[in-house]
T-cell receptor
Framework: GNSVTQMEGPVTLSEEAFLTINCTYT??????LFWYVQYPGEGLQLLLK?????DKGSNKGFEATYRKETTSFHLEKGSVQVSDSAVYFC???????????FGAGTQVVVTP | GAVVSQHPSRVICKSGTSVKIECRSL??????MFWYRQFPKKSLMLMAT?????????EQGVEKDKFLINHASLTLSTLTVTSAHPEDSSFYIC????????????????FGPGTRLTVL
């Protein structure tokens, strides 16, 4: 079956620091990969996605590259802001309906 | 585009009562909607997949008689928590699926803002 493993949080860092959240996966077939962000008290928002190997998804300064050889999709941002404090979820789908398999989520806390 | 709403955003009810949560895709038609449950500081747990005009497909361990799902139209799915108990208190999130289009298209999910259910 499919599974997603991401690093446990919370991750606490100072404003303007570099952020990396590791995500690895196992999947049958050719998954599409996603990062979602959840701000406190809200639902999930799609942050970025990649649908095939070597694709790079990017949005709001965040980037992630679909690495088939290492089955990874690590999220990075060069300079975080306090407003980036949230929970980040890595996810994949191999389903024609788009059913998602989520990682456990990583809480990120950015301090001024 | 691709906005999904949920109503209510927050509900408090007494034990033994039933609660209905609505999920609407506001500007697109969604043949498939999903219902998730999220516990504090935990990931999302898929409860069921709902296809318009057919019975929902429930994940293993989810009681279909407890969590009734109806997908009567291409823009509306409802989740009814029947005879709610305190252990049903949770954050319920729906999503609606739409074909992304273009090269390498896939069914992309758009999430509602969630409904906080508290059962006293």
């Amino acid at each position: 079956g499919n599974s997603v493993t991401q690093m446990e949080g919370p991750v606490t860092l100072s404003e303007e620091a570099f952020l990396t959240i590791n995500c690895t996966y196992t999947a049958t077939g050719y998954p599409s990969l996603f990062w979602y962000v959840q701000y406190p008290g809200e639902g999930l928002q799609l942050l970025l996605k990649a649908t095939k190997a070597d694709d790079k998804g990017s949005n709001k300064g965040f980037e992630a590259t679909y690495r088939k050889e290492t089955t990874s999709f690590h999220l990075e941002k060069g300079s975080v802001q306090v407003s980036d404090s949230a929970v980040y979820f890595c996810a994949l789908t191999t389903d024609s309906w788009g059913k998602l398999q989520f990682g456990a989520g990583t809480q990120v806390v950015v301090t001024p | 585009g691709a906005v999904v709403s949920q109503h209510p955003s927050r509900v408090i009810c007494k034990s033994g009562t039933s609660v209905k949560i609505e999920c609407r895709s506001l500007d697109f038609q969604a043949t498939t909607m999903f219902w998730y449950r999220q516990f504090p500081k935990k990931s999302l747990m898929l409860m069921a997949t709902s296809n318009e005009g057919s019975k929902a497909t429930y994940e293993q361990g989810v009681e279909k008689d407890k969590f009734l799902i109806n997908h009567a139209s291409l823009t509306l799915s409802t989740l009814t928590v029947t005879s709610a108990h305190p252990e049903d208190s949770s954050f319920y999130i729906c999503s609606a699926s739409r074909l992304s289009g273009g090269v390498g298209s896939y069914n992309e999910q758009f999430f509602g803002p969630g409904t906080r259910l508290t059962v006293l």
